[in-house]
């Protein structure tokens, strides 16, 4: 399984980029699909993931309300959607894919078994 992240960039704080991440398989069902970002010094951080089946959406407290995650199980494709963009969201963003996830391992890094290359994000104050 491969994944591609892409579409991240500098915005001013206040602004609104979406990154996408294109999977090289279809057959996903039973996956979830989630970002992490990690910004310079800090440990990876979990920040929203999907069931690619469908089923709820999960979030950080700290983009709740701000970032929303979709799917597109035809093109392969999730979708973080970032609104009201603050400086301290400012990291590379990593999509990542794994199909050992439970409510109580959403947000750990290591239930995840593949890994997108990460997408700079650079908020400006």
């Known amino acids: 399984v491969q994944l591609q992240a892409f579409g991240g960039g500098l915005v001013q704080a206040g602004g609104s980029l979406s990154l996408s991440c294109v999977a090289s398989r279809s057959s996903f069902n039973s996956f979830y699909m989630g970002w992490f970002r990690q910004a310079p010094g800090k440990e990876r951080e979990f920040v929203s993931t999907?069931?690619?089946?469908?089923?709820?959406?999960y979030y950080a407290d700290s983009v709740k309300g701000r970032f929303t995650m979709s799917r597109d199980n035809a093109k392969n494709t999730v979708v973080l959607r970032m609104n009201s963009l603050k400086p301290e969201d400012t990291a590379v963003y990593y999509c990542a894919a794994g199909q050992r996830i439970i409510l109580a391992n959403k947000a750990h890094p290591r239930a995840y078994d593949y890994w997108g290359q990460g997408t700079q994000v650079t908020v400006s104050s």
């Open positions: 999907i069931k690619w089946s469908g089923g709820n959406t």
